[in-house]
């Protein structure tokens, strides 16, 4: 059992790097092969190149791209799992709430983006809004699902004992909708540094405090396409980086109890 379990664990790892380095490897050939200039599609040796030597800029900008990400992201926890905690506790407010959550989820970030930004005068504080936006939605629908999810036979047993709502609550529904939340909190992970990108495309800001949105135009109007595609390849590091973290952190919190997360000899 053990040592199918090491076995797992190491395709999971050789499996994906594997297929990876093959692509980079045919991508570099072709490139080469068919003498493709840098500016039309600069092969992974150029791009790695230019990561290295722009690693000044690309790391500044990568900074502030996260930390409109991670603030999206902490507000839109906070307050996606206040909200459901309150629609749980009321069904005639999340009746009457619920649908401008979701207006907010289905209308494009894209479309609203350049007015918030003209209506806020702070940049980074409209760059926010906008990633709380795209980043809320999932926390508040998986939140509500998993405090609506509770066992009803466990909720008539707390209420036999002559447990308070409050107990009920700490005890029985924030437990049950913990991996529901979890699974949000990854989901909007990603949102969340999506959010910050687009905005930082809308808002085209330069000088220091600038993401790696702008780094990207600018390459492309000076036709650094390498570093273009460098910047690139921060984000979905980035994007990675942050679905592994938000991962890591559902196992920790759920791997002693859920059945997610429990290992297969941990199940009885």
């Not at 797992?8 to 493709?36: D, N, Y």
């Not at 791009?47 to 992201?73: H, M």
């Not at 506790?89 to 959550?101: M, T």
């Not at 000088?207 to 135009?217: N, Q, T, V």
Request: net charge positive; glycine share 10%.
């Amino acid at each position: 059992m053990m040592g199918s379990a090491l076995t797992q664990g190491w395709l999971r790892v050789l499996g994906p790097l594997a297929i990876g380095l093959v692509f980079l490897g045919g991508w570099e050939w072709l490139v080469r092969a068919r003498g493709i200039p840098p500016y039309v599609l600069p092969g992974p040796v150029a791009i790695g190149e230019a990561l290295l030597r722009d690693w000044t800029a690309l790391s500044a900008a990568l900074l502030v791209t996260l930390k409109i990400t991670a603030l999206a992201l902490l507000i839109a926890a906070s307050l996606g799992l206040l909200l459901a905690v309150v629609f749980a506790q009321s069904r005639i407010l999340e009746l009457a709430l619920f649908p401008y959550a979701v207006i907010l989820q289905v209308t494009p970030i894209v479309a609203i983006a350049p007015l918030i930004i003209i209506w806020v005068d702070d940049v980074t504080l409209s760059l926010l809004i906008c990633a709380w936006i795209v980043a809320f939605f999932p926390i508040l629908s998986n939140t509500t699902v998993g405090l609506n999810s509770t066992d009803h036979n466990l909720l008539d047993l707390f209420r036999l004992y002559g447990a308070s709502r409050w107990q009920v609550l700490w005890r029985l529904r924030l437990p049950t909708a913990m991996p529901f939340f979890l699974a949000g909190l990854r989901i909007s992970g990603g949102l969340a540094l999506i959010g910050a990108i687009v905005a930082e495309f809308v808002a085209g800001t330069g000088g220091r405090a600038s993401g790696l949105a702008y780094r990207i135009l600018e390459s492309g109007y000076q036709l650094q396409i390498p570093r273009m595609f460098a910047a690139l390849v921060l984000i979905s590091a980035t994007g990675i980086g942050i679905f592994l973290t938000l991962s890591l952190l559902s196992h920790l919190l759920l791997r002693r109890w859920h059945e997610s997360a429990m290992g297969q000899g941990d199940r009885r």
